[in-house]
């Protein structure tokens, strides 16, 4: 069967093209930033998901706040809300009728990694692919409300985020899962005890079993969502 060749010189001219950015916004008037607004909440999102019909898929992690759970449920713009208890955060999952602004980034070329919304301000952190592409969505922020390029720097491998910031999973589950992995705790057969990995973590066995089913449980709730 035939396919697509890349040369190698190609492949590194698109990667030196990749350039690390970052949004600041104001005034998005989307139900995530409004809720955080009303109730001075910091929730850490993934980049939504537009449907064909205009809706909106939102997943996110907000602290334990009955209070910022209840402001965003009775948004009317919210036709659904979904909450689950991880430790001492909930992850939360909606369907908002009204689209935010990093959807207007993403149709001009953002390639958006993560969102933030604090007291109603919102930094979006992601990439674009080229000079020109750059330009453009930054000519679309320039047309949205309150949108501001805070940094913009080529994109290397230390810019990449850690597994922590990707998925909802705590440094400490990270760490957990990474030992189990390296030590091949997950082979068949099993190249060692979850002792043998606790031990190589400096902690007890219940520990690092607690750990890793907490971090294998927001794992999977992300990968099947």
């Known amino acids: 069967m035939g396919g697509v060749y890349t040369s190698p010189a190609a492949t590194v001219a698109v990667i030196e093209e990749c350039l690390l950015v970052e949004f600041r916004?104001?005034?998005d008037g989307c139900p995530l930033a409004d809720a955080t607004r009303e109730t001075e909440t910091r929730v850490d999102?993934?980049?939504?998901?537009?449907?064909a019909d205009g809706y909106a898929l939102v997943g996110f992690t907000a602290p334990r706040s009955e209070r910022f759970?209840?402001?965003l449920d009775a948004d009317e713009r919210i036709r659904y809300l979904h909450v689950s208890g991880v430790g001492?955060?909930?992850?939360?999952?909606?369907l908002s009728k009204r689209p935010c602004?990093?959807?207007?980034?993403v149709s001009a070329g953002f390639i958006a990694e993560s969102?933030?919304?604090?007291?109603?301000?919102?930094?979006?952190?992601?990439?674009v692919v080229g000079q020109e592409v750059l330009r453009g969505v930054l000519d679309?922020?320039?047309?949205?409300v309150g949108v501001t390029l805070e940094r913009a720097s080529p994109l290397g491998a230390d810019d990449e985020a850690t597994v922590a910031e990707r998925w909802d999973v705590t440094p400490r589950q990270e760490a957990a899962l990474r030992t189990a992995l390296e030590m091949e705790y997950f082979a068949v057969p099993r190249g060692a005890t979850a002792a043998e990995v606790a031990e190589q973590l400096g902690i007890g066995k219940s520990a690092f079993l607690e750990r890793l089913r907490r971090g294998q449980r927001a794992l999977f709730?992300?990968?099947?969502a």
């Open 25 to 27: 916004v104001e005034g």
């Open 45 to 51: 999102a993934r980049p939504p998901q537009l449907r």
């Open 69 to 71: 759970v209840g402001t």
């Open 88 to 94: 001492d955060r909930w992850n939360c999952r909606c």
């Open 101 to 105: 602004v990093v959807h207007e980034l």
């Open 115 to 127: 969102l933030r919304y604090d007291a109603g301000s919102a930094v979006f952190t992601g990439a």
């Open 140 to 144: 679309t922020a320039g047309e949205a």
């Open 221 to 224: 709730s992300e990968l099947f």
